[in-house]
Nanobody
Framework: QLHLVEAGGGLVQPGESLTLSCGAS????????ISWFRQAPGKEREAVSC????????KYADSAKGRFTISRDNAKSTAFLQMNTLKIEDTAVYYC????????????????WGQGTQVTVSS
């Protein structure tokens, strides 16, 4: 079983920033496209952003465009989600997923998930 581990969540005020990380220990993350999804209480899991295995291609949900940046460091087998100008509506558990193949913004495509990290934006 392959495991992803997210870190970096926390409690911040509106307008502040957080950087989430997604790491893997048992496999080479560089072979996989990585996506970030989030799930707020009572809501469906939604795609936030994805990045291809090489890092050359990225996609963002409309809610993330201009505020969030996805990146990866394959040498360290880690992916990141830099989140700026956070809003209350960004509050959710954030999950990273890994898939062999292209970058998908569809959670059903992903085989491997982390346990999630809580992001709470509150004044």
């Amino acid at each position: 079983q392959l495991h992803l581990v997210e870190a970096g969540g926390g409690l911040v005020q509106p307008g502040e920033s957080l950087t989430l990380s997604c790491g893997a220990s048992e496999f080479t993350l560089g072979d996989y496209a990585i996506s970030w999804f989030r799930q707020a209480p009572g809501k469906e899991r939604e795609a936030v952003s994805c990045i291809s295995s090489s890092g050359e291609n990225t996609k963002y949900a409309d809610s993330a465009k201009g505020r969030f940046t996805i990146s990866r460091d394959n040498a360290k087998s880690t992916a990141f989600l830099q989140m700026n100008t956070l809003k209350i509506e960004d509050t959710a558990v954030y999950y990273c997923g890994a898939v062999l193949g292209p970058c998908f913004m569809d959670s059903s495509r992903y085989s491997y998930w982390g346990q999630g990290t809580q992001v709470t934006v509150s004044s």
